[in-house]
């Protein structure tokens, strides 16, 4: 009698026939891999939510934090000695090797993305087209970037706006500048029209830093209406006359954490007979600020002005 066969004839048993779990193939495994390194994705939940802002907001206030300390390390490898001009003849007298390299160094700074500046401020720059430096701009920015007191001469059109909207802009971005620090900068105009004009090239240089900017003069707004706001800028433009009035009147509104002050066409604002206001304003200012004075004559009252406002700092 012969047995079934166990090989592949018809009825036979053949081990491979069975129905066992077949081994995956490559392309399997591959996504069986990945499906075990995928992170698995947790329902968003409002304590998530507040965790991932508060991640996102650290990372950033770390770069922030970062840029701020290497900016304020290229402004002061790059500040030049105290009377270095490369456009005024006076530092040129008496100068030594180490004094004519300086100015040569200077002389070779003609635009603005040669300066140490933030990126925020860099690329409103660009996309404004402004390149190159005027003279005032040129003689003025680092010694300004740096900290000190300016005494300008300069006319309108000179392009001298700049020359104090970026500083303004930069000091302040190099000291993590908040909202909750209060008033910041001030910067005080003779003229609605002056203001406006200035308020307008803050905007466009200003406008990828977060600082709030307000404009402070009469006859374009209710005083009641600027109250509620002023107390939370970072930065002032301002007329003399508008400004004292929320000194005195403006509850909260206070300026004792003020780092610059900024007088715009200071010889205008003698003649229009704000003499007394800008001295009272300068009276409630703190000592410890950086001022720059802006003028296009240099009269016997502009430096009697200069003599009240600046003050002589090391450095």
């Known amino acids: 009698m012969n047995k079934p066969s166990r090989g592949r004839g018809r009825g036979g048993f053949n081990s491979r026939n069975y129905d066992k779990p077949k081994r995956p193939g490559r392309r399997q495994r591959e996504q069986q891999q990945l499906a075990k390194n995928e992170p698995k994705i947790q329902p ?11 991640q ?63 990126y925020k401020t860099k690329d409103a720059l660009t996309r404004a087209n402004y390149e190159k430096m005027t003279e005032i701009q040129a003689s003025s920015l680092l010694h300004s970037l740096g900290g000190r007191d300016i005494l300008g001469a300069a006319k309108t059109g000179s392009g001298k706006t700049l020359a104090f909207i970026i500083p303004v802009l930069e000091n302040l971005f190099r000291r993590k500048w908040t909202k909750q620090d209060g008033l910041g900068a001030l910067i005080l105009s003779p003229s609605r029209e002056l203001a406006l004009q200035i308020f307008e090239v803050l905007r466009t240089v200003g406008k990828y830093h977060t600082f709030s900017a307000g404009l402070v003069v009469g006859g374009v707004k209710n005083f009641e209406e ?20 929320h000194m005195d009147k403006t509850f909260g509104f206070n300026t004792e954490n003020l780092m610059m002050l900024v007088l715009d066409e200071a010889d205008r604002l003698l ?27 240099q009269t016997k009252s502009i430096k009697d002005l200069a003599r009240l406002s600046l003050k002589v700092r090391n450095g």
Request: hydrophobic share 30%.
């Open 44 to 54: 968003q939940t409002e304590e998530n939510e507040e965790k991932e802002e508060k």
């Open 56 to 118: 996102k907001m650290t990372y950033k206030m770390r770069q922030y934090a970062h840029q701020a300390a290497e900016l304020e390390m290229k402004v002061k490898q790059m500040t030049p000695p105290r009377g270095v001009n490369p456009f005024s003849k006076n530092s040129m007298k008496h100068k030594n090797k180490e004094k004519e390299a300086t100015i040569e160094k200077v002389e070779e700074i003609t635009r603005f993305d040669q300066l140490p500046l933030s």
């Open 226 to 245: 600027e109250k509620q706001h002023i107390v939370d800028m970072n930065i002032l433009v301002a007329t003399p006359g508008r400004l004292l009035q």
């Open 271 to 297: 003649e229009y007979g704000f003499k007394d206001e800008v001295n009272a304003v300068i009276s409630n200012l703190p000592k410890e600020r950086q001022t720059l004075l802006f003028s296009a004559t």
